[in-house]
């Protein structure tokens, strides 16, 4: 049987270090993912799960389980992607090749036989959209990310940002007309 997550911070405040394995098995893949999607290779990603593992480590006793720990722990891996990019002044990488569970673009596309015409707009698409995401800020990549890759709700991507609800849609909404916009041509191209 599966403890669930405020048992197992119990555990882990009450000094029973082992139980924050378990914290950690169930959550670093999810961390590692919403930080390759925001940081956009794999080096850095590393680093901010094992940076945010190590963070909530120091800091579960002051985790209020005010909203789910999943949400907290997402909050502390958005926070240290954000600190890593102004540390290195980076700007955000282009986009994973690997949109979703190792899928690329050409593999999301709906048909049986797709011609070389649909392999090469396939392409100029996954070019087109790495390119604009990696372009967009950090709140918006996040958000985007939180809402169209992770499926997390509104809600949940306003407490993850430490933004109102609106605030979220918004920042949800800016990131989707900037794609759109630079997918328009494509789409008058078909």
Known sequence: ????????????????????RLLVERH?????????????????????????????????????????FRTWIYRIATNRCYDRLRQRKLEPQPFPDDLESG??????????????ERHLLSKEIGERLRRVV????????????????????????ASVLDITVNSAKNTVYRAVQKLRSELQPLRAAQ
């Open 103 to 116: 899928d690329s673009v050409i593999d999301l596309v709906p048909s049986e036989n797709p011609g070389p």
């Open 28 to 68: 670093s893949r999810d961390i590692f993912q919403l930080a390759y999607r925001i940081m956009g290779n794999e080096h850095d990603a590393e680093e901010v799960v094992q940076d945010t593992f190590l963070r909530c480590y120091r800091s579960l006793s002051s985790f209020e389980s005010r909203s789910s």
């Open 134 to 157: 990696g372009q967009l800020s950090a709140s918006e990549r996040t958000a985007f990310v939180l809402r169209h890759f992770e499926g997390r709700s509104l809600e949940e991507i």
């Open 1 to 20: 049987m599966e403890m669930d997550e405020t048992a197992v911070v119990a555990r882990v405040r009450a000094g029973e270090k082992d139980a924050f």
